[in-house]
């Protein structure tokens, strides 16, 4: 079976080069095959075993506040986020994509919550799995806006060489993974602009055909790292708030992030 083949090979190619002992997407591979793989057996596809990550419940209450609808199957809005998630899958599989970056012109804009919302909608299609990570390293949210304590971030990855599984958190959410924590950084655009995001994000993407990555990055206005991340990935998405973005912060931004990886807009606070 391909997945299967694909497995083997990646686990060839590492056992031929023998790794370093820094911290690299070779050095993690158990992380993913552990923490977010699915299986294959006899032609069916089995949702993944969260065996070796963090198991810690996302909080309803806390998920509902931050307008994270798409955890309530009741919620009108979810269509919305049906409608995108049919347009963007559509997308990837012309173009092979599975690396997906979510950002705003401006800070506060509804970026993390639609980033947030699009990773559960993306979850609960058949035969995939979603895996969210935070790269607004100034301000991890992710794991806040669930409710969920988690201390370590992908920070902790790069300063410090922790392996990506003790990172990974699985909030109780079917074939739904993240990496968010309290860990912050100021100098973080030189992370994201280095090689080693460069093979970790083409690691993310390429080791399962049924797994997209959603990566939550800092506003693409006034600071370095939305820019820094915007070539590693297949997709961006951009969220403007309706009533507050302008225009003009809307083509600044376009004018700063490759035109060829743009995927569309995603209005935030729309009304009904």
């Known amino acids: 079976m391909k997945l299967k083949k694909a497995l ?5 190619q590492r056992e031929q080069h023998n790794p370093k ?11 993913s095959q552990s923490a977010n793989s699915s299986s294959e057996q006899e032609g069916e596809w089995k949702a993944p075993a969260y065996d070796h990550c963090a198991v810690t419940e996302l909080d309803p209450v806390v998920v ?7 955890l309530n199957p009741d919620r009108k809005e979810i269509e919305r986020y049906k409608i ?13 994509m599975s690396t997906i970056m979510v950002t705003s012109p401006n800070k506060s804009e509804g970026k993390t919550v639609n980033c947030i919302n699009m990773g559960l909608t993306f979850a609960k299609a ?15 949210d992710i794991h806040r806006y669930l409710g969920i304590e988690s201390k370590a971030s992908l920070i902790d990855y790069f300063m410090d060489g922790v392996p990506l599984q003790d990172l990974i958190v699985w909030p109780g959410v079917e074939k739904l993974t993240l990496i ?3 860990r912050t950084i100021n100098e973080s655009s030189e992370l994201l602009s280095s090689d080693m995001m460069a093979k970790l994000v083409k690691e993310m993407g390429e080791r399962y055909d049924d797994r997209y990555v959603f990566f939550d990055a800092p506003p693409v206005l006034g600071h370095a790292e939305a820019i820094s991340l915007a070539p590693r990935v297949d997709g961006i998405l951009m969220v403007v708030e ?6 003009t912060d809307v083509k600044e ?20």
């Open 8 to 12: 083997d090979q990646a686990k060839a």
């Open 242 to 247: 309706a009533g507050k973005t302008t225009k």
């Open 21 to 31: 002992p820094d911290p690299s997407p070779d050095k993690a591979a158990d992380w």
């Open 64 to 70: 509902e506040k931050n307008r994270g609808v798409c």
């Open 84 to 96: 995108l998630r049919t347009r963007i899958a559509n997308l990837a599989r012309e173009r092979r």
């Open 126 to 140: 058949m035969k995939q799995t979603v895996l969210m990570v935070d790269c607004d390293f100034t301000g991890q």
């Open 253 to 272: 931004s376009l004018a700063l992030l490759p035109n060829e990886k743009f995927l569309g807009f995603l209005l935030n606070k729309q009304a009904a």
């Open 180 to 182: 968010s924590g309290a």
